[in-house]
């Protein structure tokens, strides 16, 4: 890192259980996203609150650009055509590419990408993910596909002791059908352009400075870039707030939520 000449980007290539379209995830700062959006599928925003320990989460606060790209069903035979455009397309956004013969083959790549995923939303965030515990027999019902439409109350999956609806409108993302893995689903929904806008532009004014004036919001003594939200005060408004501004949900402290913005996700980085 400290050799780097310039930014050091990661792109970390996966297939998923369930059937799936290619798109990418990202932990949410203004140059992740800034990467993800050359990638013509969905970006997912705010897994990273309901996954511990990662590799990009890791290698994304030691100031590394990052993006996970999911090419599609373990054995599904287009897979590894939407692994490798997103090769090609990666390798062309960081300005890697020095012949311009090869300029065919992304432009290919993302003809590719764009026409699998043309009917899905260009970038979602998570609102609820569906934890498995170890031995509990969890199974999801059969035919869900990731981005597939569901609807609030509708049955997904079950397990021992009871069966797990909707928790909203939405659509679902990376079902569990394979017998390893502790996130049996996930439900995500559309995160409109105009609030991509809105976010770049609060980060760009530091409105973080003042967001301690909510009620039920202070800053961590300890820790920069990090606020202690009590939820009996702060209602669901608080942390959507926060989303805007690049917080993201970091532990839970009895009554209270702790959330901390990434160090490199500052204005003009």
């Known amino acids: 890192m400290r050799q780097a000449r310039g930014s050091i980007y990661v792109v970390d290539l996966h297939t998923t259980s369930g059937e799936s379209p290619p798109f990418g995830t990202i932990g949410d700062t203004l140059r992740n996203r800034r990467f993800a959006l050359h990638f013509p599928v969905p970006v997912v925003l705010g ?19 990052t993006m996970g790209f999911e090419g599609g069903q373990h054995d599904a035979p287009t897979s590894a055509d939407h692994i490798e455009a997103a090769a090609w397309i990666a390798l062309e956004a960081t300005d890697i590419l020095e012949r311009p013969d090869r300029l065919p083959q992304v432009e290919r790549s993302r003809l590719l990408l764009a026409k699998v995923t043309r009917r899905l939303p260009r970038v979602v965030e998570v609102r609820y993910r569906h934890a498995v515990e170890p031995g509990s027999g969890f199974r999801m019902r059969p035919g869900y596909a990731t981005f597939q439409k569901v609807t609030l109350g509708e049955p997904l999956a079950v397990d021992r002791l009871s069966e797990y609806a909707a928790t909203e409108n939405g659509r679902i993302l990376m079902p569990l059908y394979q017998p390893l893995g502790d996130d049996g689903f996930f439900i995500v929904r559309e995160f409109r352009r105009f609030w991509l806008r809105v976010s770049a532009l609060l980060r760009y004014m530091r409105a973080d400075r003042i967001v301690h004036w909510l009620p039920g919001v202070q800053r961590d003594p300890a820790e920069p870039d990090t606020y202690i939200v009590d939820e009996h005060v702060a209602r669901y408004f ?6 805007l501004l690049g917080y993201r949900r970091k532990r839970t402290q009895g009554t209270a939520l702790v959330v901390s913005r990434r160090p490199h996700d500052l204005p003009g980085t």
């Open 47 to 65: 897994l990273e609150e309901h996954l511990d320990f990662t590799m990009l989460e890791y290698l994304n606060n030691l100031g590394y650009i």
């Open 238 to 243: 608080a942390i959507q707030i926060f989303h």
